[in-house]
């Protein structure tokens, strides 16, 4: 009976070192999801970005040293002029070859991801023969950073990875 109790010990610990060193390699993935969607009614693109709350929050505290807190309680009061900030740097769209401005509307927490919502108003979708989108995001911090740009407008949609050495992809119309 002492035997069998050492040997379950014994599974147990190991079983526990597995684990723990199981953990402790996993891999983490650094990728972020935006959405284009052009909107008839309005003539504008609207845009929503999924980025990692802890991803957003390293690379704010290493591009501007400030702690943020995002999605807490004690969350800096500077958070949002330093998201927008940072996201004007990273995330450009051009149409016909033109920065095209757009307007930084918030952003809203869903578990682990900040949410960012932005629009491109007044856009003749009849007129444009191309638009770029070029997104860096996180690009900068993490060199296994992807971004999923999704663009979609009346009935076609298209999609392309963006990543630090091939940051900016283009779709004609």
């Known amino acids: 009976m002492q035997m069998n109790l050492k040997k379950a010990k014994t599974i ?4 526990s070192v597995f684990l723990f060193l199981s953990f402790s390699v996993a891999h983490k993935f650094y990728v972020s999801v935006t959405n284009l969607v052009y909107s008839d009614d309005t003539d504008a693109f609207q845009i929503t970005s999924r980025v990692f709350i802890d991803d957003l929050e390293n690379v704010l505290e290493q591009r501007y040293d400030i702690k943020t807190r995002l999605a807490t309680s004690e969350e800096s009061k500077v958070s949002d002029f330093y998201i927008e900030k940072y996201v004007r740097t990273k995330f450009l769209v051009e149409l016909d070859g033109e920065l095209a401005p757009y307007t930084f509307l918030g952003k809203k ?17 009849d007129k444009i023969k191309t638009i770029s ?6 690009t900068d911090l993490f060199e296994e950073q992807q971004n999923i740009v ?9 999609s392309f990875v963006l990543f630090r050495e091939n940051n900016k992809g283009m779709l004609n119309l």
């Open 12 to 15: 147990a610990l190991s079983l």
């Open 150 to 158: 999704h663009i979609k407008w009346k009935d076609n949609k298209k």
């Open 109 to 125: 927490y869903d578990n682990d991801v900040v949410i960012f919502y932005m629009e491109v108003e007044n856009v003749e979708l």
């Open 133 to 138: 989108v070029q997104n860096e995001v996180l």
